[in-house]
């Protein structure tokens, strides 16, 4: 039909007839298992072992029979669908309260990300090893020390905390801190940080508090209580805590006053007078940058991490003063990495204040960062525990929108922590760098050693991908059957109820591990298969196999026993990759099982008839030939030709192909142009098919015939693929036949 023209021409027009011109197979796989880390309930795609490794953690003494089913189906090729199935144990660590179960970051978004938490940080994903982490957390702190003298007569110095601070300089800010750094000998003894402790000041006992401890450096810091002491601290003076004591050290005495300085306030410097809280004129020794001294821990220092945070440029056009932080988060324990104290992650100048925007303009908040960026952990609410620069705490609150807020800043309240628990001294009271320690993880509750998942957990998590619409799979992997039949049995049954529904993958499924391992002869081997899998539906979308490998465990250095469920739905893949995918994965060209040491079960070949006959596909190691899947049937219990995997698998693809390019049909006119057009679409792909093999004969019928008025008046488009599978070779026989000299050929042939 010519196209509307005013004047003579030539259009040019196109018309698309190659829907389904190639062939393309998914070879994407799917398994629920209970591993050590990564979400729950959250479909990951992996595409090697490596990411396994890095999503979902190592395998361990009681989870590797899933583990490495994955790994080893990967190992033949093709991606997967991990899935963390959940359990009521499961538990993130947090650093104080009660520990929640967040299973993933939907979870996350929806029932903890606004709620009022009882914790500051949690465990990213559930389970024990959240317990390693910790998190060093700080933000600009104080600006200046100001070492100062002892005084001339009288009583010591004693600067309070929040006191206004002021210089004829012009310089103004806040007392952050008041602490005397004693260097001491004669220790006896190790001191304990955040209790208060006895000093002997002109033969009077005086209270003092103990903020940290330096055992190495021999350095003692103390603060004084409310209302100062009375006397002078001097060389020689003894420190008393319980049985620990020791002595001041010969000009070792270091008064410092840690100064916030005001919005828009000079430096502080040597020179400068300021006054304590007796109005006592003071002047200062010296001056230098505290944050040049920080420490996150004993002899690392911050500045070595970052250089100091202080106000952001998105901050500082805002009006805003003081919203960056810096966070570090820790593998304490080396659980994670292998190596205690390894840097997890860095956070470097995030912003405290809910609007905050990096220089690319990107969201810097730092709960928004951390809920987007972290691995590791989330968040779960503000410090408390801050030091208000303003004349109300409330206008420094962090969370708040930046223009012209000045932010709180850090400052412990609760004394030193230890790194790790009971290691080393961490920090002191009143310091600009906090410390979180996760706890309270838990993994999967265990049974026999192995990590206990119930059947209902299992099935909810492979719920996740019944929908063919919004999920594509190919191969389902049970991993692990069960610890008892009844178990095994729940668990196989709903997986095939997911194949059966879908009708477009297949499920591989191992004998339980107690059906061959630590069984005395291959007999009672074969008879346990063989009663276990009677117990099981009848299903053309299920496929079962005999086999138990032996593998080495790299990762925890040991061998062990996995079942080979992974390894058949591998080969299914493999032979799609290398040959087609309606080509038998068993035998000696495509069967191959990989990164097999041994077989837990080699049936002869009465103990094959026997599982064949029971819709079992033997594994079998043939000396100097390798360990090889020798079947090709599905789980159907009748004979057909869905009762061979090659056939179920070239309709799966046929199906899936055909079925999509039928879509490209919706809504266009039901007439016979239209079904040619179908027809023009299908038959090439079929005939395709048909020159590698796949089928032998075809016929598609789709016109008036089966497609009569009443069905084109519902809107209904029919169309019949009729298809002759190839067949795969099950059965051989040779008959040698010897005859006499002169006997012809052709007599005893007919």
Known sequence: MAANQSSPGVVVQERDLTTISTLSTANVGVIAAPFELGPVEEVIQIGSERELVAKFGEPNDSNFEYWYTAAQYLAYGGVLKTIRADSSNLKNAVNTGTAPKIKNLQDYETSYETASNNWNWGARTPGAKGNSIGIFVTDSGADQIAVVPAPGSGNDHEFVSTEALSAAS????????????????????????????????????????????????????????????????????????????????????????????????????GSDSI??????????????????????????????????????????????????LHILVTDVDGKITGTPGAVLERFIGVSKASDGRSSLGEANYYVEVIKQKSQYIFWGSHESGTFAATASASAGDWGAASVNRQFNLLRSTTGTTNYPQGDVTLGTDENSTYYYRLQSGADYALAGGEYTVTSSNLSTAYGLVDDPESQTIDFILTGPS?????????????????????????????????????????????????????????????????????????????YRYIPTNGDVAGLCLQTAETSEPWFSPAGFARGQVRNAIKLAYTPNKTQRDRLYS??????????????????????????????????????????????????????????????????????????????????????????????????????EFNAEIFVKPTRTINYITLTFVATRTGVSFSEVAS
């Open 275 to 324: 006054s304590d809280t007796n109005s006592t004129a003071v002047t200062v020794s010296s001056v230098r940058v505290e944050y040049d001294e920080r420490e996150y821990l004993p002899n690392q220092k911050w500045v070595n991490v970052a250089p100091r945070p202080g106000t952001s440029s998105f901050g500082s056009a805002q009006g805003a003063f003081r919203d960056e």
């Open 170 to 269: 012009g310089a103004a800010g806040k007392v952050f801190k008041y602490s005397i750094v004693l260097t001491v000998t004669s220790v006896v003894g190790t001191f304990v940080p955040g209790t208060s402790t006895t000093i002997s000041i002109s033969g009077s006992a005086q209270t003092v508090n103990v903020l940290a401890w330096d055992a190495g450096n021999k350095k003692l810091e103390i603060g004084l209580p409310s209302g100062g002491i009375t006397g002078i601290l001097a060389d020689g003076q003894t420190i008393t805590q319980g049985s620990n004591t020791a002595d001041i050290a010969a000009s070792g005495i270091e008064r410092r006053v840690y100064i916030v300085k005001d919005k828009g306030s000079i430096d502080f410097a």
């Open 614 to 715: 029971a819709r079992v596909n033997p594994i079998v190691s043939f000396p100097g030939q390798g360990i090889v899947l020798f079947g090709d049937k599905t789980a159907q219990a009748f004979a057909s030709a869905f009762d061979r995997i090659n056939v179920r698998r070239l309709f799966l693809v046929i199906e899936r192909v055909i079925s999509t390019a039928a879509k490209s049909q919706l809504f266009e006119q039901n007439d016979e142009q239209q079904r040619g057009l179908f027809l023009n679409i299908v038959e090439p792909f079929l005939r395709d098919v048909q020159g590698r093999r796949g089928v032998t004969d075809f016929l598609v019928k789709c016109d008036s015939s089966n497609n009569p008025p009443e069905s084109v008046d519902r809107g």
């Open 482 to 558: 069960g610890a008892d039949d009844a178990g095994a049995i729940a668990k196989i049954s709903s997986l095939v109820s997911i194949v059966e529904e879908r009708r477009d993958c297949m499920l591989f499924v191992s004998p339980r591990r107690g059906n061959v391992i630590g069984v005395s002869n291959a007999e009672l081997q074969t008879s346990n298969i063989i009663n276990f899998f009677d117990q099981l539906p009848s299903s053309n979308y299920m496929v079962f196999d005999s086999g138990y490998k032996y593998i080495y465990d790299k990762y925890n250095d040991v």
